[in-house]
């Protein structure tokens, strides 16, 4: 599976914006998915996924409430809905696929990364 990420720019504190990550490949609809950030001089960190059929989400505490994680098997996409964005938002967003299933809200569960969309939030 290879995976291309978009959706990101340039938006105002309170704002909102919605991540799209596209997967080519057969596999997309029986793997995990998930959204990574990293800001300038900070490790990747996790921020959203969501199981093979969508019926199970994880978030980071400092996104719960605000961001809300989606996939449409059909079209072959997972979505990150970002709404009440703050400054410390900013980062480059990856999308990333797992074969695990379980909690997976660690970096090293996931083998295929896209590449980043840029999200910079101004105060």
């Known amino acids: 599976v290879q995976l291309q990420a978009s959706g990101g720019g340039l938006v105002q504190a309170g704002g909102s914006l919605r991540l799209s990550c596209a997967a080519s490949g057969r596999t997309f609809s029986s793997r995990g998915m998930g959204w990574f950030r990293q800001a300038p001089g900070k490790e990747r960190e996790f921020v959203a996924g969501?199981?093979?059929?969508?019926?199970?989400?994880y978030y980071a505490d400092s996104v719960k409430g605000a961001f809300t994680i989606s996939r449409d098997n059909a079209k072959n996409t997972v979505y990150l809905q970002m709404n009440s964005l703050k400054p410390d938002d900013t980062a480059v967003y990856y999308c990333?696929?797992?074969?695990?299933?379980?909690?997976?809200?660690?970096?090293?569960?996931?083998?295929?990364w896209g590449q980043g969309t840029q999200v910079t939030v101004s105060s």
């Open positions: 969501i199981n093979w059929s969508g019926d199970r989400t």
């Open positions: 990333a696929a797992t074969v695990y299933s379980g909690r997976i809200t660690t970096t090293p569960l996931y083998d295929v």
